[in-house]
């Protein structure tokens, strides 16, 4: 995956030119300047080629010295990069098709790798995934008031699962794929909460998997996207 990385200043600007070509704000073909980006956000022309530099690794400008910075289409954008995903997800033009696609993601991949760690995981996986199954279901009975205290435990949970399952290329998609559940959480959605009404099947899910039963594994992770895809 491409890195966004930059230093304070220069991470300032990429993120507002980030956000706003992710959001619609530039369409393809539009073009940018260096200098235009110094008068605009006041910062060096260091700064904003570090900022600019960063977006073209992210794929979503292309530099030339004859026309300057030219925003490229979503074809070439890092789409699984983190912080794209955030910037679709913070725009109110892009919210909805990158939730969509997210969804779609984590309903092709997740029930594959819940069986998957079924049959692979190690006992300490099993045995972490069972704690982070029970914990789910304590604080579904009796919510914590730390905000966001389900959002983390379930974060783990499916992190957990997709690192059980042995398939290093699953694991390293679990920032992007897990990211729906902050999309959700921070902009609202009628399943805000990423348990509510599942924290039964979570447990169900990780005994599955504590057992080595794969199809169930997998039947019962495709229950809870399906109940979880609005």
Known sequence: MASGKAGPLAGAVLDAVGQAIAGGAYAPGDRLTLRGLEAEFGVSRTVAREAMRALEQLGMVESSRRVGLTVLPMERWAVFDPAVIAWRLRGEKSRAAQLRTLNE??????????????????????????????????????????????????????????????????????????????????????????????????????????????????????????HNRK
């Open 105 to 226: 993601l984590r309903v092709a991949i997740e029930p594959l790798a819940a069986r998957h760690c079924a049959e692979h995981a190690s006992e300490a996986d099993r045995a972490e995934i069972l704690r982070l199954a029970g914990e789910l279901c304590k604080l579904d009975a009796h919510p914590s008031p730390k905000v966001g205290a389900e959002l983390e435990v379930d974060l783990q949970f499916h992190t957990a699962i997709l690192r059980g399952s042995r398939n290093e290329m699953f694991n390293a998609l679990a920032p992007s794929l897990l990211a729906i559940f902050k999309g959700k959480s921070i902009f609202g959605s009628a399943k805000r909460d990423p348990v509510a009404g599942t924290a039964q099947l979570h447990l169900e899910l990780a005994r599955a998997i504590a057992d080595s039963r794969a199809d169930t594994a997998e039947a019962l992770s495709r229950r809870i996207l399906d």
